[in-house]
């Protein structure tokens, strides 16, 4: 069984809608969780940092974390087609520890 | 800046043959990354630098794989001999080391194919 997991998709939804992203991890000791985002033919870029329980928002962004159930989620609000991308989650054990470990990643299309 | 530059940005080359990707971090950057994206496995940690010392490479996959770092501006990532299995894109990736949030900052990736 992989530590992180994550619906590969793909995901497809109209624009304007409300995009779920969501990754489940097994092991309780990862405390800091990241979504990266990358386009095609491109290298990851970090979208949004959380470390605690609860939501963190960015624009139309929102990053969910539910140590609890091991569930992380990313909310994209009024989504647009510059959206369509694959959206990766990461988690690390503990701050200075540099190893991150991904999901498989989530293709997303908007469809405008 | 630049960014990390990685070079080639494609590769095809045959079965047995030797393959070096190149990367250059951003600088100032203290740590750097090798990773490896396919489809079925996602994107995996293959090794990684700080302050140009290797501190893990439980990621790579066998003794074909070698990574090097002789100073804080280049690294290079090689593989002898290649096989098919290898066909994949290869991402390097810096970070300052000190952020809270421990971005990495990947490059543009080479995408591998082994025939």
Same mark, same amino acid.
């Given at each position: /069984?992989?530590?992180?997991?994550?619906?590969?998709?793909?995901?497809? $939804?109209?624009?304007?809608?409300?995009?779920?992203?969501?990754?489940?991890?097994?092991?309780?000791?990862?405390?800091?969780?990241?979504?990266?985002?990358?386009?095609?033919?491109?290298?990851?870029?970090?979208?949004?940092?959380?470390?605690?329980? !609860?939501? &963190?928002? *960015?624009?139309?962004?929102?990053?969910? $974390? *539910?140590?609890?159930? &091991?569930?992380?989620?990313?909310?994209?609000?009024?989504? /647009?087609?510059?959206?369509?991308?694959?959206?990766?989650?990461? =988690?690390?054990?503990? @701050?200075?520890?540099? &190893?991150?470990?991904?999901?498989?990643?989530?293709?997303?299309?908007?469809?405008? | 800046?630049?960014?990390?530059?990685?070079?080639?940005?494609?590769?095809?080359?045959? =079965?047995?043959?030797? $393959?070096?990707?190149?990367?250059?971090?951003?600088?100032?950057?203290?740590?750097? @990354?090798?990773?490896?994206?396919?489809?079925?496995?996602?994107?995996?940690?293959?090794?990684?630098?700080?302050?140009?010392?290797?501190?893990?490479?439980? !990621?790579?996959?066998?003794?074909? @794989?070698?990574?090097?770092?002789?100073?804080?501006?280049?690294?290079? %990532?090689?593989?002898?001999?290649?096989?098919?299995?290898?066909?994949?894109?290869?991402?390097?990736?810096?970070?300052?080391?000190?952020? $809270?949030?421990?971005?990495?900052? @990947?490059?543009?990736?080479?995408?591998?194919?082994? %025939?």
């Amino acid at each position: /069984q992989k530590e992180v997991e994550q619906d590969p998709g793909p995901l497809s $939804v109209p624009e304007g809608a409300i995009v779920s992203l969501n990754c489940t991890y097994s092991n309780s000791a990862f405390q800091y969780f990241m979504w990266y985002r990358q386009y095609s033919r491109k290298g990851p870029e970090l979208l949004m940092y959380t470390y605690s329980s !609860g939501n &963190k928002e *960015d624009g139309r962004f929102t990053a969910q $974390v *539910d140590k609890s159930s &091991k569930y992380i989620s990313l909310f994209i609000r009024d989504s /647009q087609p510059s959206d369509s991308a694959t959206y990766l989650c990461a =988690m690390i054990y503990n @701050f200075g520890n540099e &190893k991150l470990t991904f999901g498989t990643g989530t293709r997303l299309t908007i469809i405008p | 800046d630049a960014g990390v530059i990685q070079s080639p940005r494609h590769e095809v080359t045959e =079965m047995g043959q030797e $393959v070096t990707l190149r990367c250059k971090p951003i600088s100032g950057h203290n740590s750097l @990354f090798w990773y490896r994206q396919t489809m079925m496995r996602g994107l995996e940690l293959l090794i990684y630098f700080n302050n140009n010392v290797p501190i893990d490479d439980s !990621g790579m996959p066998e003794d074909r @794989f070698s990574a090097k770092m002789p100073n804080a501006s280049f690294s290079t %990532l090689k593989i002898q001999p290649s096989e098919p299995r290898d066909s994949a894109v290869y991402f390097c990736a810096s970070s300052p080391g000190t952020s $809270v949030n421990n971005e990495q900052f @990947f490059g543009p990736g080479t995408r591998l194919t082994v %025939l």
